[in-house]
T-cell receptor
Framework: DTGVSQNPRHKITKRGQNVTFRCDPISEHNRLYWYRQTLGQGPEFLTY????????KSRLLSDRFSAERPKGSFSTLEIQRTEQGDSAMYLC??????????????FGDGTRLSIL | GNSVTQMEGPVTLSEEAFLTINCTYT??????LFWYVQYPGEGLQLLLKATKADDKGSNKGFEATYRKETTSFHLEKGSVQVSDSAVYFCALVGVGGTSYGKLTFGQGTILTVHP
């Protein structure tokens, strides 16, 4: 169990550029979640995958955001035409499926996005 | 919708002091409740959990009891250490519907422990 891995750890970009983050979940986990955390706040849910299917998207996820999990393993989160308000820590978590309440989620160290 | 409210922070304590961080929630039905901890520069780690009323979660000397009547899940530790300095998040997972296990977090409480 190598844990959830996120890359890059830190991304600095100019406003208007596109960025892509990657998340590698724990290998046997079929659920994968993306959260966004701004300074001084708790993480907020963005989207969720079970295997390769994206089953839920938060209203926080504007049309500029897209997430994929093409083979049910790693996932990517892309932000197009970045804005100042996109500056945040983007967290990925994974878990096993099962149970009405879900299984404990394991988090990566996050990707910190800074928009200049 | 679901929501979690944590006590205002930050909290500053001396080593070996008693810790309480208050957490209350709003949710339909019987959510599962969690405390996560975030050390500087790291991701969130699950500290403890409780899945039904009156359950007590415990880990590393921390405890929290699921109180349905007061919709609370306060975190306590009898004697804190400098190494406990971190940000603590209370969170819940709703039951059924389209929850799919997604977490709803409180705003976090910064704990600083001085020697």
């Amino acid at each position: 169990d190598t844990g959830v891995s996120q890359n890059p750890r830190h991304k600095i970009t100019k406003r208007g550029q596109n960025v892509t983050f990657r998340c590698d979940p724990i290998s046997e986990h079929n659920r994968l979640y993306w959260y966004r955390q701004t300074l001084g706040q708790g993480p907020e849910f963005l989207t969720y995958f079970q295997n390769e299917a994206q089953l839920e998207k938060s209203r926080l996820l504007s049309d500029r955001f897209s997430a994929e999990r093409p083979k049910g393993s790693f996932s990517t989160l892309e932000i197009q035409r970045t804005e100042q308000g996109d500056s945040a820590m983007y967290l990925c978590a994974s878990s096993l499926a099962g149970g009405a309440r879900g299984q404990p989620q394991h988090f990566g160290d996050g990707t910190r996005l800074s928009i200049l | 919708g679901n929501s979690v409210t944590q006590m205002e922070g930050p909290v500053t304590l001396s080593e070996e002091a008693f810790l309480t961080i208050n957490c209350t929630y709003t949710a339909t039905g019987y959510p599962s409740l969690f405390w996560y901890v975030q050390y500087p520069g790291e991701g969130l780690q699950l500290l403890l959990k409780a899945t039904k009323a009156d359950d007590k979660g415990s880990n590393k000397g921390f405890e929290a009891t699921y109180r349905k009547e007061t919709t609370s899940f306060h975190l306590e530790k009898g004697s804190v250490q400098v190494s406990d300095s971190a940000v603590y998040f209370c969170a819940l997972v709703g039951v059924g519907g389209t929850s799919y296990g997604k977490l709803t977090f409180g705003q976090g409480t910064i704990l600083t422990v001085h020697p």
